[in-house]
DNA sequence: TAAATTTGCGTAATCACTTACGTAATTAAT
DNA sequence: ATTAATTACGTAAGTGATTACGCAAATTTA
């Protein structure tokens, strides 16, 4: 297929797809060369009950075993049932289970097979030397990538990574004014309702942190503000970390740690010691955020703000 | 997928199945991802549709290029339509064609989906990055390998050179006298009929060839005669190869060809120059054996066999 | 120039799976 | 000891491809 060197890496799945259904159409015409009456279809069921126990396997056993789902287990042993190559038995101890046994007839196809299955699998084997790239164990590598981390979390990551590359933390401006309010405001009232406190901090940030020695960083996300995150000077010469906040609409990009590496940075060249910050538990993401970023949980002096039940604190030397 | 470990080779196509709808499951999830509103089956026709020609692709073009069947390609492309992707028109010098093309709305995907590829291509590349066999380069030459040869013939040389292996070729003994007949016999009845040379021949091998000085080879597969063949000398010194025959349910076992060695070992060691035969072109398979068997045609003496058509003739020397 | 064959493509049926859903039996939680 | 959750498994419907078939247009052959 030339199309596909056209396409490059992301067909691989319509690929794989269209090389699978040739080989079992070929499967076909392979069990009709030997006169064996199975349908291609059946052989991982067949495969799984060859290895017989005495009492039969359970249809869900055999569909973990060959990964595919129950209702498909269920058809094919019907059909094999109907073609006397199988017998169901109802479970003695658990009502509930069909255990499948290989029949005589079964049995006897299981001999059959057994040249055919012979030439087969030299016939692959023999292709296989012709190849380069072992088929067989890459699949097996696959199965094993995918099944660590699914095709999805690899893609999610990929974009985060790439969108997080476009993210820029930059120092507060007073054009950043609204933006700073909206985006705490808006976490706050879903999870919470304004305080008081949030009030003076948010309207005037200026007076409330800036000039009292404390630092805000913006994060703009192609130009626009979509997270913000600041720093406030406490009595000891450490800083709170406070009033992190990023867009939902921006959420997955890496922000937060963005923000949260540039306070830990300015606060660490500014000659603190320890960086201390209040949550609440109900926030998992941000908690975990914090732990990502190194802080853990301390029992800290009383906190103005009703929403907090945890905090914690980051040692910087 | 540990069974695969245990069932070997054999359930290839099975396994590239299961993997293939892991991964579709998973583009599928992707395309949500990146809220892009296209169906990962309607991938490889719309990437064909990317590569724009002014006048659109007709269904059969975007068939061949992307090696889906027609209606597939059909169904697809209304479905696409529904959501306004592509237009269809009417070929105006060909009433039959149906031409598809990218609408506005397929090209502003176009744009969109940009970042996915990327992001989709550098995913799996890193995946790729951790395997040591390259599965993409595995499929490529897969699909190389089939186009070449399908499983089928594949394994059916498989299955012909292990029972040829099973094959003997014994001489002719008294009791191989009936099968001998009953195998010439059955050939000739269904293409010819039996005529006054052959009663001779088959009823009496022992006075009409050995005692001739010529010989007889037997075939015999599982210790059953089913096959047999002659050598009947000639005035010239040289040897007639005639009555050679196999049975219908032996054949695909080489068995015409290792009778034809042994008989032409036979001449040779008997000091014969040449090995001629008479047969007839409707009879397509044995001639090109013959063929294989390094005869070519020549024009000989006439026949007494009236269903002779072809004379063809070996040189030994 | 008519008849036969080939080609393009749509529709319907089929295939080998899957999800969705329902029922009954078993096990866990309150 | 109920109630709730889980498990086993069957049936039905859906999915993405396929073959089978039929019609009409185009091309080849007689």
């Known amino acids: 297929m030339d199309f596909y060197n056209k396409t490059g890496k992301m067909a691989l799945g319509s690929r794989l797809r269209r090389l699978s259904e040739q080989m079992t159409e070929q499967a076909a015409a392979i069990y009709d060369l ?12 067949f495969y799984s009950l060859l290895e017989q126990e005495e009492t039969g396997k359970s249809i869900m056993d055999i569909a973990r075993e060959i990964g595919h789902t ?14 006397g190559y199988v017998t169901e038995r109802k479970g003695e101890t658990d009502g ?43 699949i097996g ?27 820029q933390i930059v120092d ?14 808006e976490w706050i009232t879903t999870w919470f309702k304004m305080e008081e406190e949030d009030h003076h901090a948010l309207d005037h940030p200026k007076e409330h942190i800036l000039d009292k020695g404390g630092h805000i960083y913006m994060a703009l996300y192609q130009g626009q503000p979509v997270g913000a995150c600041g720093l406030i000077p406490m009595e000891d010469g450490n800083f709170e970390l406070a009033k992190m906040a ?26 603190a010691q320890k960086l201390y910050l209040e949550s609440n538990t109900k926030l998992k993401p941000a908690i975990s955020l914090y732990h990502k ?7 800290g002096p009383p906190s103005p703000y009703e929403r907090c039940n945890i905090q914690m604190e980051l040692r910087l030397d």
């Open 96 to 138: 509930r289970k069909n255990f499948v046994l290989l029949s005589p007839a079964g049995q006897a196809l299981r001999q059959k097979m057994q040249v055919q299955l012979e030439d087969v699998t030299t016939a692959i084997e023999k292709a296989m030397n012709e190849t380069h790239h072992d088929l067989w164990k890459a």
């Open 172 to 185: 507060f401006l007073p054009e950043h004014s609204l933006a700073f309010k909206q985006l705490n405001e």
């Open 246 to 271: 990023v867009a939902p609409s921006a959420k997955g990009k890496g922000i937060g740690f963005l923000l949260g590496q540039a306070c830990i940075e300015k606060a660490r060249s500014q000659g």
């Open 34 to 45: 030997y006169q064996v009456d199975l349908q291609p279809k059946w052989f991982p069921v």
């Open 141 to 167: 590598e696959w199965e094993f990538l995918l099944e660590q981390k699914s095709l999805l979390r690899r893609v999610q990551e990929e974009k985060k990574q790439r969108e997080s590359n476009e993210v």
């Open 70 to 83: 129950h209702p498909s287990v269920s058809q094919i042993v019907r059909e094999m049932a109907a073609k």
């Open 293 to 299: 970023l190194g802080f853990h949980k301390v029992a």
